[in-house]
């Protein structure tokens, strides 16, 4: 499904959007249609595909989604010609399907079907919802010209008549086209036959593979320049990543960063990813990480320069996507085993085990989830002159119970000794004293 993003685009834009994606698909088969095709028809970056659609596939469905519920506003047109007769309509509707050169709106459709036909006839209506048709075109069938024993009947026969007419009629629509032969209507027999003829030998050959060398600081200067390039539209005026003047500082920002470490090897000084950085790339959104996004927003700082996009607009787009990134990106399983914390454990939490780290205010779980935490600035301390320090933090963590000495009475003015015992619901912390004495 496409994105809140796309669905919330003027609807002349995302019209556009369509008709080029449309085109696109109905002039080549889906593995030879280009995103950067339909993004120059369409007038829009490219980064802006990815704020829309996940990938290529993700698209086609979409509009065969599209397509599918138009299908389903024809039936209901029919159906309301028909005066609700139910078999009437799937006749008629068979009909228009399978003559043309009367549906001129079903050409693209066509076309598309055409340049892909080895799409399986039941995949043309496996996307809309069959209980979404049932619950648009059951009120307009005429019950009377049908023998029901219940109401429950029309239902169940809706059901029956759709799975059973659905493969037809995407028959219909297939063979009112004049489609060549092609490998995909040839039986697997067949194509393995013909694999089978080329091989005339077969090896098995030992030996060995040398790795891929690391990069140097030249040679990834150089990768920087074209990185890319092969899927970026050919009139983005600038490709790669950052500048001449600015790629350097982008490595030495990876360095200072620690994302990155120079390391040598036999006079040769290498890049190397850190675990920091290694993990942080598993954790980024894709679109993040591609070097598309840079050349898409160079090409509309150059619109913005020439006077062809407003700065507000701009920053409109870039706000845009990355409330699409917040509400939509799903945090990648076990990633905070990614990123452990380089601070010293105080003891385990006592909700969910994770470790418990000392900050300026307390002693706080790592999983920023738990919400767990020991305040230092707590009154239950305070109002006795005490510190929670690290050591009595420790205990608390480890044994729910610590030792306290000399703890102010604000009722008598003197000092008395007393356990403090930690109290916890899931919520929030608690104390209360326990007297050696009882």
Sequence with gaps: MPSATFLHLPPEKRARFLRAARAEFARVPYADASINRMI????????????????????????????HGQLADAAAQILQETGGDLFAAFAQLYDRLSTPKKQEDLA???AILQRNAGIQQGQLLHCIQLEEIVRRLLPL???????????????DMFHILINVSGPALAAALLAALTLPATAAEESQDVRLAKVTALVKEALVKEGSTTPPRHFTEDT??????????EDMPEDVERKGIGTPATRASILEKLVSTGLVERKKAKKITNLLPT???????????EVLQSPLLTADWEQRLGEVERGELSPEDFMAEIAAMVDELVKTYQPVPGAAVLFPSDKESVGPCPRCGGAVI?????????????RFVLWKNSKFFTAKKKTLTKAAAAALLKKGRVKLTGCFSEKTGETYDATAVLEDDGTKTNYKLVFDNG
């Design 40 to 67: 120059r028809a369409a007038h829009i970056p490219r980064g802006s595909f990815y704020m829309y659609f996940a990938n290529k596939e993700e698209l086609f469905f979409y509009i065969l989604e599209v397509y």
């Design 108 to 110: 693209e459709m066509r």
């Design 141 to 155: 069938v005429d019950r009377s010209k049908l023998l029901l024993r219940s109401p429950e009947e029309l239902e």
């Design 220 to 229: 990834i200067l150089k990768s920087m320049e074209t990185a890319g390039v």
């Design 275 to 285: 675990q920091a950085g290694s993990s942080l790339v598993t954790v980024l959104p």
């Design 358 to 370: 000392e900050s300026k205010k307390g002693f706080f779980c790592e999983n920023r989830e738990c």
